[in-house]
């Protein structure tokens, strides 16, 4: 199983603040995923990344950025977090090469953003 | 309009019996089907997938079934187990996106022992 990590677990915050939600793997995938997950509903995918120094938006609108300078590593940032923000963050990574093929994600434990 | 829809939003099932989990698609594009389980405050994790080639797939107490000309899938857990309770999301995939998976909104499945 790939191991797939994200911190912080939880995260309380005010509005306005700046976050940053950390997530890495150490399976070497190329592939890596954000997704936005509220209690009750689908999860959207917000992110996404084919390789180092690629990254897309997803299906659903985010004021949320990201980066991949590393294979390994894929972090969301939030400037200025609002309430509307609050949610479950969830990244994932799959092994697929290039923008082909169907396969299998691996999660990480999510983080569950609460903005005041 | 959501692509990818369960619409059973909850499943009560008596231990030992089977569970029927259904998923309807609405993109035929979609090629390739996944089950991923969710507890609360963790991520999903995959459970079984089938791809479009095949009508079913079976991996221990869990088999997905797949009809593509009612683009609908099942997801049957027999015997079910309460470690079986948590949320199942259905998600679909195919080349025309890249193969980034689409998710339904899932189903909270509640074994009682």
């Known amino acids: 199983e790939a191991d797939i990590y994200q911190t912080p677990r939880y995260l309380v915050i005010g509005t306005g603040k700046k976050i940053t939600l950390e997530c890495s793997q150490t399976?070497?995938?190329?592939?890596m995923y954000w997704y936005q997950q509220d209690p009750g509903m689908e999860l959207h995918l917000i992110h996404y990344?084919?390789?180092?120094?690629?990254?897309e938006k997803g299906d659903l609108s985010s004021e949320s950025t990201v980066s991949r300078i590393r294979t390994e590593h894929f972090p969301l940032t939030l400037e200025s977090a609002r309430p509307s923000h609050t949610s479950q963050y969830l990244c994932?990574?799959?092994?697929?090469?290039?923008?082909?093929?169907?396969?299998?994600?691996?999660f990480g434990s999510g983080t569950q953003l609460s903005v005041l | 309009d959501q692509q990818v829809k369960q619409n059973s939003p909850s499943l009560s099932v008596q231990e030992g019996r089977i569970s029927i989990l259904n998923c309807d698609y609405t993109?035929?594009?979609?090629?390739?089907f996944l089950w991923y389980k969710k507890y609360p405050a963790e991520g999903p994790t995959f459970l079984i997938s089938?791809?479009?080639?095949?009508d079913k797939n079976e991996d221990g107490r869990f088999t997905v079934f797949l009809n593509k000309s009612a683009k609908h899938l099942s997801l049957h857990i027999v015997p079910s187990q309460p470690g079986d309770s948590a949320v199942y999301f259905c998600?679909?995939?195919?080349?025309?996106?890249?193969?980034?998976?689409?998710f339904g909104d899932g189903t909270t499945l509640t074994v009682k022992p």
């Open positions: 994932a990574s799959s092994e697929g090469v290039g923008l082909l093929g169907n396969e299998k994600l691996f």
């Open positions: 399976m070497g995938h190329d592939k």
């Open positions: 990344s084919y390789g180092v120094n690629s990254t």
């Open positions: 993109n035929s594009m979609f090629d390739y």
């Open positions: 089938i791809s479009s080639i095949k």
């Open positions: 998600a679909a995939s195919g080349n025309t996106n890249a193969g980034k998976s689409t």
